[in-house]
C-alpha cells in the first residue's frame, strides 16, 4: 500500500482557544505525517511547545556548601539532604 507524497504545504488553524493563529505544515512534514500514519497537528508549533515545556519536570536549585572544600555552591539536593555533595571542582578530584 503506497502512502501519498504531499507537495504543497498545508494551511491550518491553531485549535487552542486563547491561540488561533494560521500556521503551515511544509510538505515534507506533512508527508512524514502520512507515511507515519499520524493526524496532522491541531496546534501551531507555538502552542506545541508550550505544551512540551508544562510536562517538563523542573529542578530546583539550592545553595549549600561543598562538604569538600566547604565552597559554596549551588545542588540539586538541600542542605539538609543526607547525601555527601561535592562541588564540581572536589568531584574530579574525588574519581580522577
Known amino acids: 500500500m503506497a502512502t ?3 507537495t ?4 491550518l488553524t491553531c485549535g487552542e ?11 515534507a512534514e506533512a508527508t ?3 507515511q507515519k500514519k499520524l493526524p496532522l497537528p491541531d496546534h501551531c508549533p507555538a502552542c506545541r511547545h508550550r505544551q512540551r515545556m508544562a510536562l517538563r519536570s523542573e529542578r530546583q536549585l ?13 545542588s540539586v539536593y538541600p542542605s539538609d539532604a543526607p547525601y ?13
Open 8 to 11: 504543497e504545504p498545508i494551511k
Open 84 to 96: 555527601v555533595v561535592y562541588c564540581h571542582k572536589c568531584f574530579w578530584e574525588n574519581i580522577g
Open 17 to 27: 482557544p486563547s491561540c488561533g493563529k494560521p500556521f503551515i505544515v511544509i510538505a
Open 62 to 74: 539550592y545553595k549549600r556548601t561543598c562538604d569538600k572544600c566547604k565552597g559554596s555552591m549551588l
Open 32 to 34: 512524514f505525517y502520512e
Open 4 to 6: 501519498a507524497i504531499v
